[in-house]
C-alpha cells in the first residue's frame, strides 16, 4: 500500500504562483509512476502532469503545459507541482497518484494510477 498526502493549496489571484506537494510512504518511492490530477466542481477528473519513477521523463496536459512544472525528490519521497501563470479555469481539487512499475515512464491515463490522495483545494480569484 502506498499512502499520498498533498499540501500547498490555497487561494492566489490570477497570474500568481503556488507550488503543491505530495508526500508519499508505504512503498519505495523510486518504484512509483506519480501524476497530478484535478477535478473541478462539475467536471470529471483530469490529467495535469506526470513523471517517471527517476523522474527522466514528464509529460503535461496541454492545458498546463508551459505554466506547471512536475518534479519529484526521491530522497525526500515527494514529488511536487509547480504552478505559475495560475488562471480561474485552473480552480480544483488537485490529487497526486501513483502506481507501481517496473519500467520507467509518464502515464496520463488514470485508471492506471493505485494510489490516489485525498487531494488539495486550489482557487484562483480573477
Known amino acids: 500500500q502506498v499512502q499520498l498526502v498533498e499540501s500547498g493549496g490555497g487561494l492566489v489571484q490570477a497570474g500568481g504562483s503556488l507550488r503543491l506537494s505530495c508526500a508519499a510512504s508505504g512503498r519505495a518511492f523510486s518504484t512509483l509512476t506519480m501524476g497530478w490530477f484535478r477535478q473541478a466542481p462539475g467536471k470529471e477528473r483530469e490529467f495535469v502532469g506526470s513523471?517517471?519513477?527517476?523522474?527522466?521523463?514528464?509529460n503535461y496536459a496541454g492545458s498546463v503545459k508551459g505554466r506547471f512544472t512536475i518534479s519529484r525528490d526521491n530522497a525526500k519521497n515527494t514529488v511536487y507541482l509547480q504552478m505559475n501563470s495560475l488562471k480561474p479555469e485552473d480552480t480544483a481539487v488537485y490529487h497526486c497518484a501513483a502506481f507501481n512499475t517496473a519500467s520507467d515512464y509518464a502515464l496520463s491515463t488514470n485508471t492506471r494510477y493505485d494510489y490516489w490522495g485525498q487531494g488539495t483545494r486550489v482557487a484562483v480569484s480573477s
Open positions: 513523471i517517471s519513477k527517476s523522474g527522466a521523463w514528464v
